[in-house]
């Protein structure tokens, strides 16, 4: 068992100023995560030299991996820090912010481009009407479940993060947003819409930048199946284009 | 349509690549294994190939024109993509880097390939002996070895593309049938290997 626990960060401290490293080393505790340990150091923050500084800045609210606001690059690697439990992680453990995103502070992104491409994708369903619309087409259960698999994206931003045709050179959404799309697609109601969701997919930076190198699937916290969904849309590009191509 | 652009340009280029290309390149690699039956065999199949009606035509229709928009369009591709291979060491992900070097060497090989072995025929009568053309080329291994690298970089691009392929146009959506689909793009990758690795050999002999 180590007698303490070590982190080295990466921090930044504007939006424009250059990064840069500070370690800090904390007595050991058991069973902590990267969020307590971090909170452990904002209680009287001091790097491993022993030199004031200030607490770091981070994303953090629900601690359970359901808000996806504390995405970050843990050992290089991006993840929920709420998640990434100290005693399976190698010291000492390197925080970085997600390279994907404008850093605001320290660890602190904004994944601001993330909700544009949700906005992009028209991912919601219209119900609203001058009437009451009555209740929607039911769904079968079997397409339910895999509905649910899909709705429970946090938009972590972890995918965006690990994918390499997401970058300052490609204009590509990445697939949390197509996935959002295929949800919708799939939902009895939302699929009134879908040709609306598939003609944003066929732009410049839709589904067809993806490069299936499929790192995304692997780094999801939620496990949703996102390469299925990036093939799902594929296929219904596929068809909607060349309908729309040979259709009057 | 305007918008549906990007769309039909990226589709075109995913079906350039297995129509008209993924074929030539098969029938290429298959006709050249004449070389192991000797020169005059090899000159006799080249000479027939050419003088076929409307050869000149297919070569630049079918051949020449999907060649370079797959290449120019595929270098632009390539020149999006932020390789994170350190952080990220998967399986596919290292088919997505490969995929990207095998087109850029395969396309530059290409260039030299059409350059020294068909252009030169335009000019210079004596090269119309492709076959001892070929052989006094690949008696530098420098050459050989470039040529080896570009035919094992174009089988590959195509097994490879034949799996992306059949994601992009909706074939293997689930995660099983991808995986079948890499197995089948694995046999071609071998097969074609072999085809053409034994053709170009048979002229070191």
Redesign the interface.
């Known amino acids: 068992m180590p007698s303490s626990i070590r982190l080295s960060v990466k921090r930044q401290d504007t939006p424009t100023s250059s990064p840069y490293w500070e370690e800090y080393e904390i007595p050991y505790q058991p069973r902590q995560n990267v969020i307590s340990v971090l909170m452990e150091i904002a209680k009287d923050p001091k790097t491993r030299a022993g030199k004031a500084t200030s607490p770091v800045v981070y994303d953090r609210a629900c601690l359970e991996e359901v808000c996806g606001s504390c995405a970050m690059r843990i050992n290089?690697?991006a993840r929920m820090a709420c998640t990434a439990l100290i005693d399976s992680l190698e010291q000492p453990i390197r925080l970085e912010p997600m390279a994907k995103f404008p850093v605001q502070r320290d660890l602190s992104v904004d994944r601001q481009v993330m909700f544009d491409s949700l906005k992009r994708i028209k991912g919601w369903i219209p119900i609203d009407g001058t009437y009451d619309l009555g209740p929607g087409p039911r769904m079968p259960e079997p397409e339910r479940q895999q509905a649910y698999e899909y709705s429970k994206c946090i938009t972590c931003g972890n995918c965006l993060d690990?994918c390499?045709?997401v970058?300052g050179?490609?204009n590509?959404i990445g697939a949390a947003p197509i996935a959002q799309a295929r949800l919708f697609n799939s939902h009895p109601t939302g699929a009134m819409n879908a040709g609306e969701r598939l003609?944003a997919l066929?732009?410049?930076?839709?589904v067809?930048?993806c490069?299936?190198?499929?790192?995304c699937v692997?780094?999801c916290p939620k496990s949703i199946?996102l390469?299925?969904a990036?093939?799902?849309m594929?296929?219904?590009?596929?068809?909607y284009?060349i309908k729309?191509l040979f259709g009057t | 349509m305007t918008?549906?652009r990007?769309?039909?340009v990226?589709?075109l280029h995913s079906l350039s690549g297995i129509v008209p290309i993924g074929g030539f390149l098969a029938f290429h690699l298959y006709e050249n294994s004449a070389a192991s039956r000797g020169a005059d065999a090899y000159n006799e199949m080249t000479h027939r190939l050419q003088t076929l009606p409307g050869a000149v035509a297919a070569e630049i229709l079918v051949i020449a024109l999907p060649l370079l928009f797959h290449g120019i369009y595929g270098l632009f591709?390539a020149?999006?993509?932020?390789?994170?291979l350190?952080?990220?060491g998967?399986v596919?992900?290292w088919?997505?880097?490969l995929q990207r070097v095998t087109g850029v060497v395969v396309f530059a090989f290409i260039l030299f390939h059409y350059w020294t072995t068909r252009l030169v025929q335009l000019t210079d009568h004596e090269s119309l002996d492709l076959f001892r053309q070929v052989q006094s080329a690949v008696a530098n291994p420098w050459i050989y070895a470039f040529y080896i690298a570009g035919i094992l970089s174009a089988t590959f691009h195509l097994a490879n593309g034949i799996?992306?392929f059949s994601?992009?146009?909706?074939l293997?959506?689930?995660?099983r049938a991808?995986r079948r689909m890499l197995y089948i793009s694995a046999v071609v990758f071998v097969a074609l290997s072999v085809v053409g690795v034994r053709s170009i050999s048979a002229f070191r002999l």
Do not use: C, H, L
């Not at chain 1, 066929?202 to 839709?206: D, H, Q, W």
């Not at chain 2, 293997?172 to 995660?175: A, F, L, S």
């Open positions: 290089g690697v690990v390499p045709q970058n050179r490609s590509f003609e066929m732009a410049e930076g839709g067809d930048d490069g299936n190198a499929q790192n692997r780094a199946p390469t299925t990036i093939a799902e594929y296929r219904a590009t596929t068809r284009g729309k | 918008s549906d990007n769309f039909w990226r589709r591709i020149g999006t993509a932020k390789p994170n350190y952080s990220n998967y596919r992900n088919m997505y880097f799996w992306s994601i992009v146009w909706g293997t959506v689930g995660p991808q």
